[in-house]
């Protein structure tokens, strides 16, 4: 399949003119590339100013609310992510999980109403450097599943992206080994199909995130078996991201 990049700008960059400058240098990049589909992730407020329809470009959030509209100052809803063009939705990242204190309670609502707005969930788990080295990456990735998915139906988990982001390897330049990441993708895999059947795992899209870079980014895809990669630092400089696009397209 066509691996699928996204990229998660976070809280980068800091001006409207330096957003536009790397939107529009990732789309230059990519004319003429094929067998490649992109998602960039910008903070909310650059959403609006960003066209995709004539580049080969899709746009996605880096969170969302799970309520439509109402009284819940400072959030955004779904519905207005889709309004603006918004296809994709990043859901649950460890920094959400860590600095806003969100549960697998609330993403599973997240996800719910990311569904019902027609946008597709990008469900983001991974464990932390103190859980890995006391073996319990499999448990944690477990329950981050089951506790995410709760309630899903087969039906909506077929919208659902799973991003496994080792949190040990995010933005530490200490990147997961292919070994490691087939492992964990053959286990989320296993895991969902627990829950659902053995065709809706396999049919299930899995990235990897954590330290992606050029120089590595073709190993998760063509060793690890991972559909598609989830960049953070990387997808800020236009040349490296789109060269991680060029190196993961299958010829
Ligand atoms: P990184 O971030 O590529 O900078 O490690 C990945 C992510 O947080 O999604």
């Known amino acids: 399949m066509t691996p699928l990049i996204v990229a998660n700008w976070k809280m ?36 609006s100013q960003f066209q995709t329809k004539k580049t080969k470009l899709y746009l996605g959030a880096q969170n969302a ?72 990456t499999q448990e944690i990735l477990k329950s981050q599943i089951e506790k995410g998915l709760k309630k899903i139906t087969k039906k909506e988990v077929k919208k659902i992206i799973i991003a496994y982001e080792p949190i040990w390897a995010i933005g530490t330049g200490r990147f997961c080994s292919p070994e490691e990441g087939k492992k964990a993708n053959a286990f989320i895999r296993k895991v969902i199909s627990q829950i659902h059947s053995q065709k809706t795992a396999k049919n299930t899209i899995i990235l990897y995130g954590g330290s992606v870079n050029s120089q590595n980014a073709a190993s998760y895809i063509f060793e690890a078996n991972f559909q598609g990669l989830l960049v953070g630092g990387a997808s800020l400089d ?3 991201f789109v060269k991680i696009i060029k190196n993961v397209r299958r010829p």
Not at 26 to 31: A, E, H, I, Y
Not at 83 to 111: M, P, W
């Open 12 to 47: 980068n960059p800091t001006t409207l003119v330096e957003a536009k400058r790397l939107f529009n240098s990732v789309s230059r990049g990519l004319k003429g590339i094929k067998n490649a589909e992109v998602i960039i992730c910008p903070p909310f407020v650059y959403l």
């Open 65 to 136: 609310f799970w309520k439509e509209k109402g009284a819940y100052t400072g959030e955004v809803s779904p519905s207005m992510l889709k309004d603006l063009g918004c296809q994709y939705a990043i859901l649950g990242h460890s920094e959400r999980r860590r600095y806003f204190s969100e549960t697998d309670e609330v993403i599973n609502k997240k996800i719910e109403a990311v569904i019902s707005a027609k946008l597709k969930p990008i469900l983001c788990i991974g464990e932390t450097g103190v859980e890995q080295k006391r073996e319990l």
């Open 238 to 240: 236009p040349q490296e």
